[in-house]
């Protein structure tokens, strides 16, 4: 029985999307709800799985294609049994066969990593390269036992598909091989672009900077980390969780900065949805954690870890990237002292957190070392006068330095 593959409907917000990567080529045995193909929209890659056991009999939208909702991508055959395993004797295809038959999937991948067929082992049907092959041997790269029939790696012709063009060497004295390669865009990361340029034409964005002792954090945390994981059946207790918790506190206090731009008018929330900067391979996302200000310190260390999982496993959906109200970035992850955060339309502002970092500070006449952060607050100074932005970051500030401000909401 053949049976359409369709793109998924997309949402009102999403145009179209592209075609990222087929994990079955035509012919190959697939089961019902195996993953067939992913497709990358503006926010988020989608998986069309397969609906019943069988195989591909056709693809009508090659990868990097683009594609409308609900059009016919692939012809799809149900019970239909892949192509026939080539003999024993057979088993070892030379590297132009091998790029035939390992898909443009895996050709891709090979290309990005400057990788030659010949040095990945294929556990597929015929020694056909899987994507899964690749990616193992990128994780522990290790030589391929020659047979004795194999070609000399010397003397073998490299494949187009996944050549690397080098500079040609004019001395044996000369400098080394030189190499580059060209990756197209991918979607996620060409509408990071497009948004963060706009943000940054578009609003009138100022910063503003702080800096936040951590002791009374650490602290606390250091005191409570071992009983709040028991508690909590293993949710660990993390710095972003105060974070959060100070922020929506502090939105309630400066309506402004909970707010969004929409044409001419401005949407002023009656509620904290903090969207949370994750990196991924991908790119950069921005999942929202719903109603902070009714959450518990666990249940936003346990959204935070749910969130980054599926951001950094491209399971993100839609309804999980739309609709923030303020965000959070956090480049001391990554070791960054100071930064300046860009907007995240349409939302007003966004707070930067940094490495902490023991420095000198003047307390009571004596100078001590603390645990210091820098924090940094973007901001539209359309929606946002300078002194609400300067004094919400204040506010923020005296809530973490004084943990208990928190609970108390004082």
Request: proline residues 5%; glycine residues 6%; hydrophobic residues 45%.
């Amino acid at each position: 029985m053949s049976i359409e593959i369709k793109a998924p409907s997309f949402p009102e917000s999403v145009a179209d999307g592209t075609i990222a990567t087929w994990h079955k080529q035509p012919g190959e045995a697939c089961t019902r709800d195996e993953l067939i193909v992913d497709i990358e929209t503006d926010k988020v890659v989608m998986e069309v799985v397969a609906p019943a056991d069988g195989s591909l009999s056709e693809i009508l939208a090659a990868e990097g294609s683009t594609v409308l909702s609900d059009e016919i991508i692939a012809c799809f055959t149900a019970g239909a049994v892949a192509t026939a395993p080539v003999a024993a004797g057979e088993a070892h295809a030379s590297d132009a066969e091998i790029a035939e038959v390992s898909g443009p999937a895996v050709r891709k991948l090979l290309h990005e990593n400057n990788l030659d067929a010949s040095q990945v082992t294929g556990t597929g049907k015929g020694g056909r390269i899987l994507k899964e092959d690749v990616l193992d041997y990128l994780k522990n790269p290790t030589p391929v036992a020659a047979t004795p029939t194999a070609t000399p790696a010397a003397a073998r012709v490299p494949v187009a598909a996944v050549a690397v063009v080098k500079a040609k060497v004019v001395a044996s004295t000369g400098p080394a091989h030189r190499t580059s390669r060209r990756v197209p865009m991918t979607r996620l990361r060409s509408t990071i672009a497009k948004r963060l340029v706009s943000a940054q034409n578009e609003a009138a964005m100022l910063t503003t900077y702080n800096e936040v002792d951590m002791s009374p954090i650490m602290a606390l945390r250091n005191q409570y980390k071992v009983q709040f994981e028991k508690a909590h059946n293993g949710t660990r207790l993390g710095f972003m969780s105060f974070f959060v918790k100070a922020s929506a506190e502090a939105l309630k206090r400066y309506p402004a900065v909970n707010a969004s731009l929409d044409g001419n008018d401005m949407v002023y929330h009656g509620y904290q949805d903090v969207s949370v900067a994750v990196s991924t391979d991908r790119g950069l996302v921005v999942p929202v954690l719903r109603d902070v200000e009714a959450m518990t310190l666990a249940d936003i260390e346990k959204g935070i870890v749910e969130l980054a999982t599926k951001a950094k496993e491209g399971k993100l959906t839609l309804e999980q990237m739309q609709g923030g109200t303020f965000t959070i970035t956090n480049g001391g992850v990554f070791g960054s002292l100071l930064s300046t955060p860009i907007l995240n339309p349409p939302q007003t502002a966004i707070l930067g957190m940094h490495k902490i970092q023991d420095r000198p500070v003047a307390e009571n006449g004596q100078v001590v070392i603390r645990p210091m952060m820098y924090l940094a607050l973007s901001y539209d100074h359309r929606m946002i006068d300078g002194k609400e932005a300067v004094q919400f970051l204040v506010t923020i500030k005296e809530l973490l330095q004084d943990p208990a401000r928190i609970l108390l909401e004082i």
